[in-house]
């Protein structure tokens, strides 16, 4: 059977990919950002994962307003990224688990989430960025995606308690997959920063510390607020570490973590890292 082997989640700043493309790891400013990741890293390669199941919020370039799927899954045999108008390099294509991706959607429709279902689907800065930053300097991916995109875009938006069900029926539905897989479930998004309107350039640390001590263990803490609270705290683009949420929902029992790293500013956004695993205690 297919076991969750644990969950990453990061930010996905667009500037990241600029700096990636530049090589600017150890440039004053990117330096501190870049050291968190080696753990992470190196976690993932003892760990091998085959796929990465990544909960992602797309920004305008798949979905659009006229359109906007609360959630939607790649059924694809591959996913390409395209120019966003960020001005960063486009990464190599993805391959796609189309055998796995299926099998989520069923369990899913099954378990009352009426998912849109991708047989297509361009990826974003939000689906490729924790890819460049977890397996770096590759020329291929070593490992195949299923990408789970949750609306941040278009209000009104699904609660953080109904992401937090989301993921963990993701999570059900990857441990009753009959092949033998390795599989890491990613979180792109957050943490705090707003980019547009009054409060842009918001940024709340003490937010997001206590969001991250509690996500491990107490992840209920974060599904008690609202949407309407979760922006007020952590911004209108904050918003998108529902993705943290339904990440670590995917983990059951004890959930600790491995690896966690936080750094303000990256471009606008306070960023985060986290590595999370099942243990028994
Ligand atoms: C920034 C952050 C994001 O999450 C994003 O999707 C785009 C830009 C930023 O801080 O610049
Ligand atoms: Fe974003």
Not at 54 to 75: E, Q, S, V
Not at 184 to 189: A, M, T
Request: include cysteine.
């Amino acid at each position: 059977m297919a076991k969750v082997i644990g969950a990453i989640t990061t930010s996905h700043v667009p500037a990241i990919g600029a700096a990636i493309a530049r090589e600017l790891r150890e440039d004053p400013y990117w330096k501190p950002f870049f050291a968190g990741y080696p753990p992470a890293q190196r976690w993932l390669a003892a760990r091998r994962p085959d796929v990465a199941v990544i909960f992602y919020n797309d920004h305008g370039l798949n979905f659009f307003l006229d359109k906007m799927p609360t959630f939607a899954i790649g059924a694809a045999p591959e996913y390409r990224n395209a120019d966003e108008g960020w001005g960063i390099p486009t990464v190599p294509p993805v391959a796609g688990d189309q055998r796995l991706s299926w099998h989520l959607i069923e369990r899913l429709v099954d378990e009352e989430f009426d998912v849109t279902t991708c047989q297509e689907l361009l990826i974003d800065h939000a689906c490729t960025m924790p890819l460049a930053l977890l397996w770096p300097g590759r020329d291929a991916w070593p490992v195949r995606i299923v990408p789970i995109c949750i609306n941040t875009v278009q209000h009104p938006l699904p609660s953080a308690a109904r992401c937090f069900k989301l993921g963990q029926a993701v999570g059900r539905a990857i441990r009753g997959y009959d092949e033998d897989l390795r599989v890491v479930v990613l979180g792109s998004g957050g943490l705090s920063h707003q980019l547009d309107g009054e409060r842009a350039g918001f940024i709340n640390r003490a937010f997001d510390l206590e969001f991250m001590q509690t996500l491990p263990g107490d992840p209920r803490w974060a599904t008690r607020h609202s949407i309407p609270e979760l922006v007020e705290h952590a911004g209108t683009q904050g918003i998108e570490l529902l993705m943290w949420i339904a990440a670590r929902a995917a983990l059951e029992g004890e959930v600790r973590t491995v690896h966690s790293h936080y750094h303000i500013p990256i471009s606008n956004t306070a960023a985060g890292l986290m590595v999370m695993e099942t243990f028994s205690p």
